[in-house]
């Protein structure tokens, strides 16, 4: 299983242009649907975590996903699948990229590229929002915070902190009112 672990990441990192989030779709597909190693709910929960945690969000996701299939051996593989594909190609560019940084081939090709990756990165949003069971307000919540991201100087560190605490306050009061009703 470690290989095949180690396979599915490496076809994923090697196979994906734009970063992280482009991943997030070929990554849910491979894990979840086709191998049914992970549930959706687990899938978006893993999300939430790689993007609130330190370092690329691809490599975050590598990193739980194999640890929630094979413990500590299974996360390194997974991240090792993830990152050596970016680490050849990386190095073979190095070599060679300023021979051909002026080359108008190459210049067409990354801007070829460019469309695809917006539309790997929409295709997962729309996954997850689906998935995730949103009613309107949470939808509404999720527009704010990125139009506010998107129009402002506000760290999304800072919204992320913020939606923890208006979270944390909504369940706890939630709560107590669920005790009051019942000792009523």
């Not at 902190?161 to 005790?179: A, P, V, W």
Request: aromatic residues 14%.
């Amino acid at each position: 299983m470690l290989l095949e672990i180690f396979s599915i990441f490496f076809k994923v990192g090697a196979f994906t242009f734009g970063g992280g989030f482009a991943m997030i779709p070929i990554i849910q597909q491979e894990i979840v649907s086709k191998k049914n190693w992970i549930k959706d709910e687990d899938f978006i929960d893993i999300i939430s975590i790689a993007q609130s945690s330190p370092g690329p969000i691809a490599v975050n996701i590598s990193t739980y996903v194999g640890y929630k299939i094979k413990g500590f051996t299974g996360a390194v593989v997974a991240t090792l699948g993830t990152v050596m594909p970016s680490f050849i190609i990386i190095l073979f560019i190095a070599m060679f990229f300023y021979q051909f940084n002026d080359n108008i081939i190459i210049q067409k090709i990354f801007s070829g590229i460019r469309p695809a990756v917006v539309a790997l990165i929409l295709s997962a949003i729309y996954s997850l929002v689906r998935k995730s069971h949103f009613n309107y307000l949470h939808l509404l919540i999720a527009l704010a915070t990125a139009l506010i991201i998107a129009f402002t100087d506000v760290n999304p560190i800072y919204m992320i902190i913020i939606g923890i605490i208006i979270s944390i306050t909504f369940n706890k009061i939630k709560e107590d009112y669920m005790i009051d009703k019942k000792e009523n």
